[in-house]
């Protein structure tokens, strides 16, 4: 019996051993492929967390963010002057002139706006990685606005396109990015004031390196492309007197270099830069190429007790570099003709006097603010301004007059709710030019300009 039973086991072990061999050897059905879902991550640049999902099949986190804002804004519309040069047998005189509306009989006011309408969207994209040298970052911004009527961005219809698009790692910066020379850019609002806004317009592509020291200490070499008033509209010879010369080719980026530290009190800035100025006159003096210099330091001060709330002092000065100065940034690029209200400044890099030489612009702002979180939803803000523009080397028949100019106002944000920002912002200015010692004899001279903007903005961030 014994024997039967280990004939019968033995034989069924090796039946089974002879099927699990032949399975083996058949087609197996796997189970479905695990799903890749998205995974979110969060790299630190700069101190601050970008948070954002991984790129299937990589290790960069891309971050997809902007905003919409929609606004309205109105000032006061009153005459306005410019200055127009002629020639005569034995000198060139200046002629005072009404800046003249397109309706209304050629009035003064009637064909101009003093209401409108600017509409913003701004989208957004951070793709980083870690490295063995820090994060590589890549940002790309693009930017559209619509506008119509009194100081729209749109200029009267739509416009957009790359507003920064950089790469930063290790220290190096490359791209379309914020102006190392430049601390606050234009201040708590829209329209700015008296501070060089390389940053929030007019972004210069730069090529820099950025070495940090530890402590919040760092320092900051830059090639920036040239900052020239055109980017505000206007060319060397500034706005009204656009004739006595043209920009001549570019030789030289703009040479930048800073010192910033960023700590628990708050932060302080220094930079200097060196602006090489290439003009061609138009009046016959010989070709102009030199250098003008500026300099731009700022500190700011947290508050203690008010979390996020900050007072801040800067100024900046120049000499043959206007932009640098920061006057030429007040409300938004005005040149202190509010509106178009009065006579603006005489602003430029240089000016070709027309008897050989040419005449040098020295300018200087300084600015103080104040942004106070009363709570989560209140933010109460306060700015002023005050500069002045000097002109030397001077011909007695040159148009160019000295200007002084103050800009202050209150700026105000509600948030009812996250991501949801209502801004209410009021500034005036006022400037005073001194009579052009060429005006024509006789003629009434108008150097008072001043007036107010004001600007309901809804900002929806995501």
């Given at each position: 019996m014994t024997l039967i039973k280990s004939l019968l086991l033995g034989s069924a072990?090796?039946?089974?051993?002879?099927?699990?061999?032949?399975?083996?050897?058949?087609?197996?059905?796997?189970?479905?492929?695990?799903?890749?879902?998205?995974?979110?991550?969060?790299i630190t640049v700069a101190g601050a967390p970008v948070v954002g999902f991984v790129l299937p099949g990589s290790d960069t986190c891309l971050k997809i963010s902007g905003y919409v804002t929609?606004?309205?804004?109105?000032?006061?519309?009153?005459?306005?002057?410019?200055?127009?040069?002629?020639?005569?047998?034995?000198?060139?005189q200046t002629n005072l002139s009404i800046v003249s509306g397109s309706s209304g009989g050629n009035s003064s006011t009637f064909g101009r706006d003093s209401f409108?309408?600017?509409?913003?969207?701004?989208?957004?994209?951070?793709?980083?990685?870690?490295?063995?040298?820090?994060?590589?970052?890549?940002?790309?911004?693009?930017?559209?606005?619509?506008?119509?009527?009194?100081?729209?961005?749109?200029?009267?219809?739509?416009?957009?396109?790359?507003n920064r698009a950089y790469v930063t790692w290790a220290g190096l910066t490359a791209g379309k990015v914020d102006s190392f020379f430049s601390f606050t850019g234009g201040g708590l609002g829209w329209a700015n004031f008296f501070s060089p806004d390389r940053k929030g317009f007019a972004q210069p592509d730069v090529l820099a390196y950025t070495a940090s020291f530890g402590g919040g200490?760092?320092?900051?070499?830059?090639?920036?492309?040239?900052?020239?008033?055109?980017?505000?509209?206007?060319?060397?010879?500034?706005?009204?007197?656009?004739?006595?010369?043209?920009?001549?080719?570019?030789?030289?980026?703009?040479?930048?270099?800073?010192?910033?530290?960023?700590?628990?009190?708050?932060?302080?800035?220094?930079?200097?830069?060196?602006?090489?100025?290439?003009?061609?006159?138009?009046?016959?003096?010989?070709?102009?190429?030199?250098?003008?210099?500026?300099?731009?330091?700022?500190?700011?001060f947290n508050i203690p007790n008010l979390a996020g709330s900050v007072i801040g002092v800067t100024g900046a000065w120049s000499k043959n570099a206007i932009v640098a100065s920061g006057l030429v940034d007040g409300m938004w690029g005005e040149e202190g003709a509010v509106n178009g209200n009065g006579q603006p400044m005489a602003v430029a890099?240089?000016?070709?006097?027309?008897?050989?030489?040419?005449?040098?612009?020295?300018?200087?702002s300084?600015?103080?603010?104040?942004?106070?979180?009363?709570?989560?939803?209140?933010?109460?803000?306060?700015?002023?301004?005050?500069g002045s523009l000097r002109w030397t080397n001077t011909a007695a028949l040159t148009p160019l007059?000295?200007?002084?100019?103050?800009?202050?106002?209150?700026?105000?944000?509600?948030?009812?709710?996250?991501?949801?920002?209502?801004?209410?912002?009021?500034?005036?200015?006022?400037?005073?030019?001194?009579?052009p010692t060429n005006l024509v004899v006789g003629t009434p001279w108008d150097g008072q300009a001043n007036g107010f903007a004001a600007r309901f903005e809804v900002t929806r961030s995501f």
């Open positions: 072990a090796g039946v089974v051993a002879v099927s699990a061999a032949q399975a083996a050897d058949l087609p197996t059905r796997k189970g479905p492929v695990a799903a890749e879902y998205v995974r979110v991550c969060s929609g606004q309205i804004e109105g000032g006061n519309v009153k005459v306005g002057h410019t200055l127009s040069s002629y020639t005569t047998a034995t000198s060139t409108g309408y600017t509409t913003r969207y701004n989208q957004t994209f951070d793709a980083v990685s870690n490295t063995a040298y820090g994060p590589l970052v890549a940002h790309a911004e693009l930017q559209f606005n619509h506008g119509e009527g009194f100081d729209n961005t749109g200029r009267g219809g739509s416009d957009g396109g790359l200490f760092s320092a900051t070499i830059s090639a920036e492309s040239p900052a020239w008033l055109e980017d505000q509209g206007d060319a060397v010879g500034g706005g009204q007197f656009l004739g006595s010369a043209t920009r001549g080719g570019m030789r030289f980026p703009d040479i930048v270099g800073a010192l910033d530290v960023k700590q628990a009190w708050g932060t302080a800035h220094v930079a200097g830069v060196g602006h090489n100025v290439r003009a061609i006159s138009l009046v016959g003096d010989p070709n102009l190429d030199k250098w003008g210099f500026g300099v731009d330091a700022g500190v700011t890099d240089a000016f070709s006097n027309g008897n050989g030489s040419w005449a040098t612009p020295t300018a200087w300084v600015t103080a603010w104040a942004n106070f979180v009363v709570n989560a939803q209140v933010t109460a803000g306060f700015e002023g301004s005050v007059s000295n200007s002084t100019s103050f800009l202050l106002g209150p700026v105000f944000h509600y948030d009812p709710v996250h991501n949801l920002d209502f801004e209410f912002e009021l500034l005036y200015q006022g400037t005073k030019t001194d009579r």
